[in-house]
């Protein structure tokens, strides 16, 4: 018993499939991703349909063809739309100084601190800021998502009380472009 899903392309993206490779090309760019699956799995591409099919019955392989299939759905989506990630500095006690130095995210004075926390920008993905408030943009979704958490950890707390002391850098939203 096969199982399969399917997914339909717009006409703006062209899609190329080559065994285990996706290219996928649209107004926004050009995006590649290698999947390495070892399971007996299928992609293929039909007019304007893909195809995501297995012949196994396990859990895993099932779900497995899931995963394939949301992820091309990203490449599209990202050739497309892109993605947008929000975050915004919080602060009490210590004003917040938040500068791009090359490709590293620099924020200085946290928690009175005198070295800076520095956190790294993705090739790919550009980051603006607007006083407190930045954005994270990009066409491919992991990077996007990789740079926001990059961010959001550089100005994690530890050794001090959570409830009392919520200054730090956070994601506020998702979304697309």
Do not use: W
């Not at 012949?55 to 299939?69: F, L, P, Q, Y």
């Not at 006690?93 to 926390?117: C, D, S, W, Y």
Request: aromatic letters at 6%; a positive charge.
């Amino acid at each position: 018993m096969a199982y399969s899903q399917e997914l339909i392309v717009p006409d703006a993206v062209k899609i190329e499939i080559s065994g285990r490779n996706i290219k996928a090309s649209g107004p926004k760019g050009e995006l590649e991703k290698r999947f390495g699956f070892r399971e007996n799995i299928k992609i293929t591409k039909v007019e304007n349909k893909i195809k995501v099919t297995t012949e196994s019955d396990r859990k895993k392989t099932k779900a497995i063809v899931g995963t394939i299939r949301a992820h091309i759905e990203n490449l599209i989506t990202g050739v497309t739309e892109g993605f947008t990630y929000k975050l915004r500095a919080v602060y009490a006690h210590f004003p917040i100084t938040i500068k791009i130095e090359g490709k590293q995210i620099v924020v200085q004075n946290f928690l009175g601190a005198r070295t800076p926390r520095v956190a790294k920008i993705i090739e790919g993905v550009d980051v603006k800021i607007d006083k407190t408030d930045l954005t994270v943009t990009g066409i491919d979704l992991e990077k996007v998502s990789q740079t926001a958490a990059n961010i959001e950890q550089s100005c994690r707390i530890v050794g001090f009380d959570k409830k009392r002391f919520m200054d730090g850098v956070y994601i506020t939203s998702k979304g697309d472009e």
